[in-house]
């Protein structure tokens, strides 16, 4: 919570999970990218495994 506006950020992405809304991400084609988008889509299938399974997508960059 030490980020700037993570507070928001985590009541803006629950609002989409509770109102069963798509989400997209867009990874980023480089190691940290892939590791920062892995932790994200895990923690967040951790909690909430039948929304990230029916309504979470993602695209990998074929490179930079």
Excluded at 3 to 32: F, P, Q, S, T, W
Excluded at 35 to 53: C, D, G, H, K
Aim: proline share 2%.
């Amino acid at each position: 919570m030490l980020l700037m506006n993570m507070r928001e950020g985590v009541k803006i992405l629950m609002k989409h999970i509770a109102a069963n809304d798509n989400a997209y991400v867009i990874v980023d084609a480089d190691c940290d990218g892939y590791t920062s988008s892995a932790i994200l889509l895990n923690y967040l299938n951790r909690l909430f495994p039948a929304w990230v399974q029916g309504h979470v997508s993602y695209f990998m960059h074929n490179g930079k």
